[in-house]
């Protein structure tokens, strides 16, 4: 069987900076992967050349075996790739339920849509909230209705970059959950810097630093490797 | 010389079409005693301010004499003067509203030609006389419409030879690019060449133009005997300023149409840089004669000595002719009788002819211009200096093309084709 | 939200209607004439706050497509003797323009204050260039372009099928309200629609929008030409009312004074703007023939106090401040007045 | 060989004339976000400074490069204090006040000094190239945008003022926490891009001369320029006027001015489909 996505000798660059360097990434169907590492060691760069936002400067893009580098973003979205960004990425002008409805319409009739609306609120557990207008609600909020709003869309790769940020712990706890319970059907890649976490949901961990994959590897294995520890007190590494 | 016909009758066909708007004929107030109400609309505002400000004044200091002795069919006057802004559409609005609301006997009013042929045929759909009193190219077809300025044939054609006797027979023309440049810069080509000259090459530019050095290269590069300038408006004014600048004022000297005729060129530049440019026109307040020197003291006594700081001269071409116009339309319904619209034309059509400050002005019957009397003068030190007058200069160009009297219902804006 | 939704929408159409069947009945003929210029303005209006309320794409250069429906309709109206058919032609090209610019533009990744600009200086360019044709051999068929003077004489409309039937002003009025309440219908029908609504999710967030799979380039570029339609379908009307068209359609001040009606009577709304067309037209006639006043200086005072006073515009500005009386009225305590910060950062 | 020195003298100052008109906006909107649509109107105040004072008698040179910046940036400051400040981080709404402004500006000035004034000229002479004349006048504006471009690279880069300015625009609570007061910076910064204008136009007055209305034709060009340059003030404005300057005045050597307008319009709507941000945007993106 194919992977779901593979990345091969991916690399973008800005400038003389480069954010990307030479990864190549497998992820399995149903597979739920956490992406840790250092700020700015290219993990949403990563995310972004992935979803079409950013076009590599090398490499190549394959999702279930089809290339997708280089192409639109939409084109990317319609083959089955959401994802939440870092920042919490919403139509704040409008209510929790519409935003949710822009998601779900696309390719459904009317009565599916607004049951999977429902369904999609009830799974992320906001749909107390469904009549407020986004723009007021509060961070962790907002994120829980980014994440509904990416479910709606059903694709089969999800990426979230740093869900929990903004969160109080029992939010945080009750997203953990939520993943586990996405992760029954979808694939998920998760970007985190929260290592407790990290150990609630995943099992294989890849690890960034400076662009390239450090590590990759079981949670347990990860945490317990001398580099990455380095890499997180910020010592030297040779790499 | 060839007429566009097809204009003409899709033009009447326009007209026509709002014949079924019968219901907008305005109604006159026929009332004994109610004020006589006078239209005047003119840009007091915007771009073209400078012209249309004194013409409203000079306007209103008309409609003031003609009360101070006694109004007319035994009523006072009252102005209704509305500011145009320089924009075409307050235009429409505006001619809509003095003709239609406020139901004037007659308008005076428009400045460039772009606004008379919007407010023309709009106030002759509304049955409403209208009074143009600007010089301009020539053409204006219309029984409901009386041009009282000047026209090519009346000072292009004496403008022509005068100057290229003096300095020379190549001309570079430069022009304004509208209506009025075109057909302006087509006459004075025909002028030079009827002298046995010749013009090295017409260039047009759009009224806001303020760059002009290439073209001043242009001009060197050609060496002329002379420049005609057409130049129109503020933003060409930086025509004379950049010409002096290089120094071409000792080099190449400048005849032109429209250079002071709304009187604030020669203030808006300095001396230097208008020195000896000559123009030709149907009025300059150095005009020595009786009648004018009446006519400017009693614009003095009233309007005040000098124009208010940073205001332009009052007494131009444009607001004299704009003051005949008044003149003449009162001397039209003294003669009716009436206010009657088509008693008015009628008695304007017998040819009523005035003494005035700029000389004896007869209206045309078959064309609804006038003759008059017109000037060459200089400019040394910002006063013209009037050279030569010619006495009783008919409008022979629109003559050319427009018989009001065999063609009564005309309605057309010729463009004169040379 | 749906039924108070359509509730407004019928109010504010039944108003419509029964304004324009009594303006003929209470008005003079010449004032039914100058409400056909506001109306025809405010379809030119709709146009801009369709595009930028609805679709939050910001042009400045609306009068491209109001004068391209002008001149479009008054020089195919001189060769065919005829205006309906123009009359569908001045949308259409205006339409197909608006399509070919926002194709330029959208598919280039061009946004904001960029995009605006290149709508300003695509507007522009038509400018300059209409404004030097006015030399006689600048001819469309029978139809001189006659450049700074524009195009006199075009004919007035005339009962489909029938050229030689031409409606009278009254009649002008009625189709002129006829569209604008059209356009309305129209607008507020799109935004109930599915496209409607993606368009204001493109307008809130157009990352997130094409990270959910839809193409936000081609919902821009629908909008835009739908706009670029009903500004043609604004030039047309324009042209046949006043019979004449000039380049000042495409000029500066007719692009900039439609951004001034919406937003004057706030983005996102339908019936602000046009009561911001309305007002500020109506007071620039009247400041006209006011004699002691510069023109210029009480509309610029004007202006300048409604943005200070009512920062989002009068729609929704009159709505915070009867909320305001309102909340008044009921606590008797005075309120929170939310002002915008004295210093911000830049947006 | 002489016609060539001509067009490069002419292109030269079309450039100038170019970097004059838009450095003063370049700072307003580049560095502020005001849509400032009354920078004509200031260009037009620095005009009337200069004539109103070469009337009283004052040097022309003095009213052109010390008294009218001077006065326009004070009612820069002025209109900053009771109009602008209320409106930071709001930039549609700039656009309609300061359009009201405009109005107001002209409206105000016709009626206080008129619409005729007196214009100026200054004594620089003409001199010789081969077959042609050139103004004298040309260089000088040559040399003006040349040191505007200049002072404003030093100053940004060397001065306090400058470091501090640039620090605020990108975050103004960062001045705050470093003790600064970002209004005063925004008021004097205005004051700055106003007052600049003002000396454009003072320096322009003796070519275009001065009515109320002279705003409205450099308006567009002003913005095409600074739009089309990009981020970056010195660098945006000296490479876009550069560009868009000679391509428009060789066009108009070769056509008409129509035609060079139409050029200059065309380059700059093609170059900002190329570089969605501007020329900076791409090039020369660490500069300022």
């Known amino acids: 069987m194919k992977p779901l996505l593979e990345t091969r000798n991916l690399v973008m660059r800005f400038g003389g900076v480069t954010a990307v360097n030479e990864v190549d990434f497998l992820l399995e169907e149903g597979e739920l992967r956490c992406l840790i590492g250092p700020n700015g060691a290219g993990k949403s760069t990563f995310f972004k050349c992935l979803t079409g936002q950013y076009i590599p400067t090398a490499g190549e893009i394959l999702f279930r075996g089809k290339p997708i580098t280089g192409l639109n973003s939409h084109d990317i979205a319609r083959l089955g790739v959401g994802i939440k960004t870092q920042v919490p990425n919403v139509f704040n002008g409008l209510s929790v339920q519409e935003n949710i409805w822009v998601s779900a319409r696309r390719g459904r009739t009317p009565r599916m849509t607004a049951r999977i609306v429902e369904e999609a609120m009830a799974r992320v557990g906001i749909a107390d909230l469904a009549a407020r207008a986004v723009g007021e609600l509060a ?101 | ?178 209506n009025y440049g075109q057909i302006t810069s087509a006459w004075v080509k025909k002028y030079v060449e009827e002298n046995g000259g010749q013009v090295l090459s017409t260039d ?140 008015v034309i009628e008695a304007l059509e017998s040819g009523i002819s005035l003494d005035m400050p700029s000389g004896k002005v007869t209206i045309d019957p078959v064309t609804h211009h006038v003759t008059r009397d017109v000037y060459l003068a200089d400019l040394k030190n910002r006063e013209f200096v009037i050279l030569e007058s010619f006495a009783q200069q008919p409008p022979a160009d629109t003559q050319a093309v427009c018989d009001l009297k065999k063609n009564p219902n005309e309605n057309q804006h010729y463009q004169i084709k040379l | 939200m749906v039924p108070r939704f359509l509730l407004g929408t019928l109010a504010t159409t039944a108003a419509g209607i029964a304004i324009t069947i009594l303006i003929p009945m209470v008005a003079d003929a010449f004032e039914v004439m100058q409400y056909t210029l506001y109306v025809v303005l405010g379809i030119y209006t709709l146009s801009l706050a369709y595009i930028w309320g609805l679709g939050g794409i910001l042009c400045f250069g609306q009068g491209a497509f109001f004068g391209l429906g002008g001149y479009t309709f008054a020089i195919a109206a001189i060769n065919m003797n005829e205006t309906t058919v123009p009359f569908l032609m001045a949308i259409f090209i205006a339409a197909t323009v608006a399509a070919a610019l926002g194709y330029f533009m959208f598919y280039g990744r061009l946004s904001d204050v960029y995009l605006g ?65 059209a356009t309305y219908l129209l607008l507020k029908f799109i935004q109930a629609t599915r496209f409607g609504r993606l368009s204001v999710a493109v307008k809130e ?91 210029l200086l009480v509309l610029g005072g004007i202006l300048c106090f409604v943005v200070l006073l009512l920062p989002k515009g009068l729609l929704p500005g009159l709505a915070d401040l009867s909320t305001w009386l309102m909340a008044r009225a009921r606590r008797r305590t005075p309120p929170e007045v939310i002002l915008p910060a004295p210093e911000g950062k830049r947006a | 060989m002489d016609y060539g020195l001509v067009v490069l003298i002419e292109v030269l100052r079309a450039i100038a004339g170019l970097v004059l008109i838009s450095i003063g906006l370049a700072i307003i909107f580049g560095m502020m976000r005001i849509v400032n649509i009354a920078h004509g109107e200031f260009l037009m105040l620095g005009g009337y400074t200069v004539v109103l004072s070469a009337k009283a008698g004052i040097n022309t040179w003095v009213a052109m490069l010390v008294l009218a910046p001077l006065v326009v940036g004070l009612v820069g400051v002025a209109i900053e204090r009771c109009f602008i400040r209320f409106l930071y981080g709001r930039m549609l709404d700039t656009l309609l006040a300061t359009w009201g402004l405009s109005l107001f500006i002209v409206g105000f000035v016709t009626v206080v000094f008129g619409n005729t004034l007196e214009g100026v000229s200054v004594s620089v002479g003409s001199f010789e190239i081969g077959r042609f004349r050139v103004a004298g006048y040309s260089l000088f504006i040559i040399l003006v945008g040349a040191v505007l471009l200049a002072a404003t690279v030093a100053v940004l880069r060397f001065t306090r003022l400058g470091l501090i300015a640039r620090g605020t625009m990108q975050n103004p609570n960062m001045a705050a926490a470093l003790g600064l007061s970002p209004p005063r910076i925004y008021m004097v910064t205005f004051g700055i891009g106003a007052a600049l204008t003002g000396l454009a136009g003072g320096v322009l007055a003796p070519i275009t001369g001065v009515v109320p209305t002279m705003g409205i034709a450099f308006i567009a060009q002003a913005f095409i320029t600074v739009i089309t340059g990009g981020a970056a003030i010195v660098a945006g404005t000296g490479s876009a006027s550069t560009l868009l300057g000679s391509v428009s005045q060789l066009t108009t050597f070769a056509t008409t001015p129509v035609i060079g307008d139409v050029a200059l319009l065309f380059i700059a709507v093609v170059l900002l489909r190329i570089l969605p941000q501007g020329i900076t945007g791409r090039f020369f993106r660490r500069s300022l």
Not at chain 1, 145 to 171: C, F, R
Not at chain 2, 109 to 132: C, H, W
Not at chain 3, 221 to 233: K, S, W
Request: one cysteine or more; a neutral charge.
């Open chain 1, 139 to 239: 961070h962790g909020q907002r994120q829980l209705v980014e994440l509904a709003i990416v479910l709606a869309a059903e694709p089969a790769l999800i990426l979230l970059d740093e869900p929990a940020a903004g969160m109080t712990h029992e939010e945080t706890e009750r997203l953990a959950a939520i993943i586990r319970e996405i992760n029954r059907t979808q694939a998920l890649i998760v970007v985190e810097h929260d290592m407790q976490f990290v150990r609630m949901i995943a099992r294989k961990v890849t690890v960034f630093h400076q662009g390239a994959v450090l590590v990759e590897d079981d949670v347990e294995a990860v945490m317990r490797d001398a580099r990455v520890r380095d890499v997180y007190l910020g010592k030297r590494v040779a790499a």
């Open chain 3, 205 to 295: 967030n157009e990352v997130r929008a094409s990270l959910l799979g839809y193409d936000v380039r081609m919902i821009k570029l629908l909008v835009f030409t739908i706009g670029g339609a009903i500004a043609g379908l604004g030039g047309a009307l324009y042209a046949a009312y006043q019979s004449f068209i000039d380049p000042n359609a495409f000029s500066l001040e007719m692009s900039a004074k439609v951004l001034i009606w919406v937003m004057a009577g706030g983005v996102g709304t339908f019936v602000g703007p046009l009561l911001a067309c309305f007002g500020l037209q109506a007071l620039s006639i009247w400041i006209s023939t006011v004699p002691w006043a510069n023109s």
């Open chain 2, 1 to 178: 010389m060839g007429i566009d016909r097809r204009g003409f009758l899709k033009a009447s066909a326009a007209s026509g079409a709002m014949l079924g708007a019968s219901a907008l004929m305005p109604k006159f107030a026929t009332a004994q005693g109610a004020d006589i109400l006078v239209g005047g609309l003119h840009d007091e505002t915007g771009g073209l301010d400078f012209a249309g400000k004194p013409m409203q004044q000079v306007l209103g200091f008309a409609v003031d004499e003609i009360n101070a002795q006694g109004g007319l069919l035994g009523r006072k006057l009252k102005l209704i003067g509305a500011d145009t802004q320089s924009n075409m559409q307050l235009y429409a609005s505006l001619a809509q509203q003095v003709a239609l609301k406020d139901k004037v006997s007659v308008v005076h009013g428009g400045i460039t030609s772009a606004s008379r042929e919007v407010i023309r045929p709009a106030l002759r759909r509304f049955n409403t006389l209208y009074f143009y009193n600007t010089l301009y190219e020539g053409g204006v077809c219309d029984r409901n419409c009386f041009c009282t300025g000047t026209t090519p044939a009346q000072t292009v054609q004496k403008l022509v030879p005068h100057v290229m006797k003096k300095w020379g027979k190549k001309v570079y023309t430069i022009a304004a690019d509208y």
């Open chain 3, 117 to 181: 600009v290149v709508t300003l200086v695509f507007t522009l360019i038509i400018w300059k260039l209409i404004n030097s044709t006015a030399g006689p051999e600048y001819m469309i068929g029978t139809a001189r372009l006659g450049g700074f003077n524009g195009i006199p004489s075009v004919p007035p409309l005339n009962v489909p099928g029938d050229p030689s039937r031409m409606f009278d002003p009254v009649e002008v009025f009625y189709i002129a309200a006829f569209f604008l309440i």
């Open chain 2, 204 to 343: 047009f530019f759009p009224l806001d133009v303020t760059n002009f050095g290439p073209t001043i290269q242009k001009i060197q590069a050609a060496k002329p005997d002379l420049v005609m300038s057409v130049l129109v408006g503020a933003a060409h004014l930086g025509f004379y300023r950049q010409w002096a600048a290089a120094g071409m004022k000792k080099q190449i000297p400048i005849a032109s149409t429209t250079f002071g005729a709304g009187g604030t060129e020669p203030i808006l530049i300095t001396p230097e840089e208008s020195e000896g440019i000559i123009s030709c026109y149907g009025y300059y307040p150095t005009i020595d004669t009786p009648a004018n020197k009446a006519f400017k003291a009693k614009v003095q006594a009233k309007l005040g000595a000098a124009p208010p700081a940073g205001n332009g001269p009052l007494l131009t071409e444009l607001s004299v002719c704009t003051y005949e116009g008044m003149m003449l339309w009162a001397a039209g319904v003294k003669k009716a009788g009436t206010l009657d619209r088509m008693k």
